[in-house]
């Protein structure tokens, strides 16, 4: 079975400050991870994948397999940047989600 | 190019109604997932389908049924409506052209009473 556990409901940074959203996984084959994002009145949107090894709007996620985790990271948090995370894992046709974070960046 | 669409947008049912969520998409995407969300629980899969004809349960699949006769359209129903229904609905499309990227509908607010 797959799972994906996000340990934070809510995570709450000032302007500036460099920000860690957890993530880890659970899955017996070979995984692939996503980052999520919904901002306030906005449909849910890829934020990355961890095949593409890229930064998208300042934000990098890098597979560890040892520890069975997938962390989104940002040096330098923007109040932009305020909206509710989820990690995601997809095995096989199936992509499972975990419970997600919102991510509150005060000024 | 509407991508994925969603009717109704907000829906109050009482206890024991019967209503079916629509979800279609213009994208010509062979995978379709219904999620539901709720605070503290995240996304949790309902049903999916691999193309049409096609359909299998998620993680949640009980007191809801799918059909997909045709690519566009991924019809979601309720069959006896219970409170602890009470959710947003998802409908999301992806593909293998899509390198898996879920693109998801703009979502349906449900209240069962």
């Known amino acids: 079975a797959q799972r994906v556990t996000q340990p934070e409901k809510l995570l709450s940074v000032f302007k500036g400050a460099p920000v860690e959203l957890k993530c880890n996984y659970s899955?017996?084959?070979?995984?692939?991870l996503f980052w999520y994002v919904q901002y306030s009145r906005q449909r849910l949107q890829l934020l990355l994948r961890h095949i593409s090894r890229e930064s998208i709007k300042g934000f990098t996620a890098d597979l560890n397999k040892g520890e069975t985790s997938f962390h989104l990271k940002k040096p330098f948090a923007q109040e932009e940047d305020s909206a509710m995370y989820y990690c995601a894992l997809r095995g096989g046709n199936k992509l499972v989600f975990g419970a997600g974070t919102i991510l509150r960046v005060k000024s | 190019n509407a991508g994925v669409t969603q009717t109704p947008k907000f829906q109050v049912l009482k206890t024991g109604q019967s209503m079916t969520l629509q979800c279609a998409q213009d994208?010509?995407?062979?995978?379709m997932s219904w999620y539901r969300q709720d605070p503290g629980m995240g996304l949790r899969l309902i049903h999916y389908?691999?193309?049409?004809?096609?359909?299998d349960q998620g993680e949640v699949p009980n007191g809801y049924n799918v059909s997909r006769s045709t690519t566009e359209d991924f019809p979601l129903r309720l069959l006896s409506a219970a409170p602890s229904q009470t959710s947003v609905y998802f409908c999301?499309?992806?593909?293998?052209?899509?390198?898996?990227?879920?693109?998801f509908g703009p979502g349906t607010r449900l209240t069962v009473t």
């Open positions: 899955y017996s084959g070979s995984p692939e």
């Open positions: 389908s691999v193309g049409a004809g096609i359909t």
């Open positions: 999301a499309t992806w593909d293998r052209s899509t390198g898996y990227e879920q693109y």
């Open positions: 994208m010509n995407h062979e995978y």
